[in-house]
């Protein structure tokens, strides 16, 4: 029987590349409902396409999960809009592809205490996660938040393409937004794309690892890897490393969210090594990217802290998109925030949004 499916976010870039991954196999798939908060004509064109419903506005989201049964929700909605139709899709038995990392990072123990509690599955589709999932062993029920998966890890290598500025001259306090928007290796939506070029969304990656296989983030390392062929490894306690390589297209871990642990045939460029060369490895800078740093402490500092980082990283990347801010300013306004945020427990989803609001404030002030 084909698998019903609801995607949150159906008009963005994830949500496009798995409605293409159903595309090639309508037999293993049954898409129930498309939500999307705006590009209304497109979501309807969609739903046409495969005889589901279509969602669109701000409460889009909520309302695909609430009105409709489904065997897994892709959760891949901008930012903390994510968080609560999350919670309703695992509340109402689904499993959850995740692509849509802030519900992690700022609601990371939440969301994994209710998944726990109802036995539903969470599938990454983040290209890093998916890599580290295929490379732990998993059979059907055994998947990612599961600790008997995790006992043997010694180290989790995110790799992390470096961004646009990698190589680029000392001073980024003149990066123009264009040139954020100008990612080496994947297209994407803006705001993952000027995280990328920051590596804060490297930063957002180590918590969503540390929640998705309850690994903490002392064991979570990360290695630039400019040809964003390896997309990422596991180290394990006897010493042996493993890793998943594949071209760059996000389609490959969607797909393996999707169907796992199955693998199922797509016409898809191969990976040829000896085409490529070299692979290479190198250090991140964390001085010139502060977020990996910022990160670390946000998650040391635990409670509300890391739903602050994400919070004003959002209100900042939306500022430098608009040109209100520089772009080094992104990273000095999420400190000031981290460093002023209130102690809080992230007890609650009125906790998350009420960080959220504190970090609002904060910056009109
Ligand atoms: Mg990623």
Same mark, same amino acid.
């Given at each position: ?40 004509? *497109? ?76 036995? @539903? ?7 890093? %996660? ?43 306090? *003149? @990066? ?6 100008? %990612? ?38 990360? @290695?630039? %890897?400019?040809?964003?062929?390896? %997309? ?54 964390? *001085? ?6 910022? @990160?670390?402490?946000?998650?040391? *500092? ?16 939306? !500022? ?23 102690? !809080? ?21």
């Amino acid at each position: 029987m084909a698998k019903k499916v609801i995607i949150l976010g159906a008009t963005g870039s994830i949500g496009l590349n798995a409605i293409d991954v159903i595309r090639s196999h309508r037999d293993e798939y049954d898409i129930v409902a498309l939500a999307a908060r705006s590009s209304k004509e *497109k979501c309807e064109e969609l739903a046409r396409e495969f005889g589901a419903s279509s969602y669109v506005g701000d409460d889009a989201a909520l309302r695909a999960v609430g009105e409709n049964e489904a065997d897994i929700c892709l959760v891949s909605t901008v930012g903390l809009s994510g968080l609560r139709p999350t919670l309703d899709a695992i509340d109402k038995g689904m499993d959850i592809a995740l692509a849509t990392k802030e519900v992690l990072v700022m609601a990371g123990e939440l969301v994994t205490q209710a998944a726990k509690r109802k036995g @539903v599955r969470f599938l990454p589709v983040d290209s890093e %996660h998916s890599a580290i999932f295929q490379c732990l062993p998993h059979s059907q029920d055994v998947c990612a938040l599961s600790p008997s998966d995790t006992s043997s890890i010694s180290k989790l290598i995110l790799t992390a393409s470096g961004g646009p500025f990698l190589d680029a001259p000392e001073d980024l306090s *003149k @990066v123009t937004v264009k040139e954020a928007l100008n %990612h080496p290796r994947w297209k994407m939506g803006p705001k993952v794309t000027i995280d990328s070029s920051t590596m804060m969304n490297k930063g957002f990656e180590i918590l969503e690892a540390r929640w998705l296989f309850d690994v903490p983030v002392e064991k979570i390392d990360v @290695v630039i %890897h400019p040809e964003s062929i390896v %997309h990422s490894l596991v180290t394990f306690c006897d010493g042996s490393t493993l890793a998943q390589l594949s071209p760059p297209d996000m389609r490959v871990a969607i797909q393996y969210a999707l169907s796992c642990p199955r693998r199922l045939p797509a016409k898809r460029e191969e990976l040829d090594l000896s085409k490529i060369g070299s692979l290479n490895f190198r250090k991140p800078d964390e *001085k010139r990217f502060p977020a990996l740093s910022l @990160v670390k402490e946000a998650s040391a *500092k635990g409670g509300v802290a890391p739903a602050v980082l994400a919070a004003a990283d959002e209100w900042a990347v939306e !500022n430098f998109i608009k040109g209100k801010i520089r772009y080094t300013d992104i990273a000095s306004i999420v400190s000031k925030c981290l460093e002023k945020a209130p102690e !809080n427990a992230c007890d609650s989803v009125e906790a998350v949004f009420e960080a959220c609001g504190w970090v609002e404030r904060f910056l009109k002030t």
